[in-house]
């Protein structure tokens, strides 16, 4: 009898810890849904993949200088780089996202016109660089600079907002798994960006994202790159530190 | 001195709004329930249905992050039920629902809604008249 109980206790601890395992947003997806991202030749992300790869080594701007001339072959240069992403900006000391770094490149080193946030070109150049970091796991920089941002991240994912009231944290902590309407509410790891959502029928950003999720709240969203945003990004790698990065993934 | 300590921690704990609820109607015309239950069913008015379920069938999406509201005008009295839609955090201060009539206390609401209210006081009044002719359990 006390050998069953036993069994049964640990049975219990059992399913608690797997229920509060880590899920990506992909495993609760359709079957269809699942393959889509699972075959490269079915994942329309990887069109902008193609294109991504394309202005890695066209040149740009006054002095005609690509990607590449810098950096080289991006499957050896960029291995494993966004999926250390937020980072820390030296140069502008606070933190930087991979988007804003690709701005920044682009802009401070290839002399090239501005690539707009959520603009074709960038989001293509995020998901050719995300790709070369597929299945490794995510790895937040040690560096304590970005520790005020992930706190400040934090803070943020559990403050209550907009007028329907509710922080990120409780739909995404509390009720994780659980349905809003027609949608399993995912724990909002950021593995899969960018991603190509039926919805948007386009390639979007984690911020495109985090902004959906404000408005659905009815709050204002943050904007675009703004530090609000680039710190909820460093909570949520944070958080899903050591999950196998997907981009570019698919989601419905 | 101490001992009046409890008593006012119960006190607080089973405030008069907490026991009955919100027995005064808002409005001097009362709830008309089939606008009530069209509120109810409206994904972009009431939003009931995105954290409930309830007998909607032509409703497919229901969510299940609240209990079903199936039986809900049995269980509960017209004074709770108004306090529970007015204002749910005053009930359970960690309460997912959103308050329907209060527009103060909230952060960074999108410009468009400042100062707005989910629902007007009449339409509180007419989900309320439409929640008390739930008296049927789910099977």
């Known amino acids: ?252 | 001195m101490p001992s009046l300590k409890p008593l006012a921690l119960l006190l607080a704990l089973a405030g008069p709004a907490l026991a009955e609820g919100l027995a005064e109607p808002l409005t001097a015309m009362e709830g008309d329930a089939g606008r009530g239950r069209a509120i109810i069913a409206d994904r972009s008015r009431g939003l009931c249905l995105l954290c409930h379920s309830g007998p909607f069938p032509e409703e497919r999406f229901q969510g299940n992050l609240a209990p079903s509201l199936a039986g809900v005008g049995a269980r509960m009295s017209a004074s709770e039920l108004r306090l529970r839609l007015v204002d749910s955090r005053r009930v359970n201060p960690e309460s997912i629902m959103p308050a329907y009539h209060r527009a103060e206390g909230l952060h960074r609401v999108a410009p468009a809604l400042r100062g707005r209210m989910l629902l007007q006081a009449q339409e509180i009044e007419d989900v309320l008249a439409f929640l008390l002719t739930l008296r049927e359990e789910s099977p």
């Open chain 1, 1 to 252: 009898m006390r050998h069953v109980l036993a069994l049964l206790l640990a049975l219990q601890c059992l399913t608690a810890a797997l229920a509060q395992e880590r899920r990506s947003g992909f495993d609760d997806m359709a079957r269809e849904t699942q393959a889509m991202q699972r075959e490269d030749a079915a994942n329309p992300a990887m069109l902008w993949v193609d294109e991504g790869a394309a202005i890695w080594s066209r040149p740009a701007g006054a002095q005609g200088l690509s990607c590449a001339n810098c950096h080289g072959a991006a499957e050896a240069s960029m291995a494993g780089i966004a999926a250390r992403y937020p980072a820390w900006d030296e140069g502008r000391f606070t933190a930087i996202d991979l988007a804003g770094r690709i701005a920044q490149c682009r802009e401070q080193r290839q002399h090239a016109p501005a690539l707009a946030r959520e603009s074709e070109g960038l989001l293509a150049l995020a998901a050719f660089i995300g790709l070369q970091s597929r299945a490794m796991p995510l790895a937040p920089p040690a560096d304590g600079r970005l520790q005020a941002t992930r706190a400040w991240g934090e803070a943020l994912y559990r403050q209550r907002r907009g007028q329907l009231d509710l922080s990120c944290a409780q739909c995404h902590d509390d009720n994780a798994g659980r349905r809003l309407a027609g949608s399993t509410i995912p724990q909002a790891h950021p593995t899969a960006y960018p991603l190509y959502r039926l919805e948007w029928q386009g390639l979007g950003s984690l911020q495109r994202r985090l902004r959906g999720c404000m408005s659905g709240v009815r709050a204002e969203p943050f904007a675009y790159g703004a530090a609000e945003m680039i710190a909820i990004e460093a909570w949520l790698a944070q958080r899903a530190a050591g999950m196998a990065v997907e981009t570019p993934g698919v989601r419905p």
